[in-house]
């Protein structure tokens, strides 16, 4: 059983920073990578970032690149994503995920989620 629960949302001016953090607990030797999401209001769930719980490989959306940075803390069991020069189009919740096959930054492929965190950033 894999539990993660994610932390450090908020409301934010543009051009502000916040940092999520997402803690991980269970039966997670096994996870290829772990990822931050977001989907806002009518929208479908999308990928911002993932990293590979071993080797520490980065992937990002398009979107994020240069403002958004996503780390680890494997002594923790703590997946983070820090958020700079944030815009309002990055309001959303955003989730953590995990699985044991998947790498992408595709939703619908990873089997273990977060509850969420929303994020609000405002003009």
């Known amino acids: 059983q894999v539990q993660l629960v994610e932390s450090g949302g908020g409301s934010v001016q543009a051009g502000g920073s916040l940092r999520l953090s997402c803690a991980a607990s269970g039966s997670f030797f096994s996870w290829r990578c772990m990822g931050w999401f977001r989907q806002a209001p009518g929208k479908e769930r999308e990928g911002v970032a993932v990293i590979s719980y071993v080797g520490g490989g980065t992937s990002y959306a398009d979107a994020v690149k240069g403002r958004f940075t996503i780390s680890k803390d494997n002594a923790k069991n703590t997946l983070y994503l820090e958020m700079h020069s944030l815009k309002p189009e990055d309001t959303a919740v955003y989730y953590c995920?995990?699985?044991?096959?998947?790498?992408?930054?595709?939703?619908?492929?990873?089997?273990?989620w977060g509850q969420g965190t929303q994020v609000t950033v405002s003009s």
């Open positions: 995920a995990t699985d044991e096959l998947s790498c992408t930054l595709t939703a619908a492929h990873y089997a273990y």
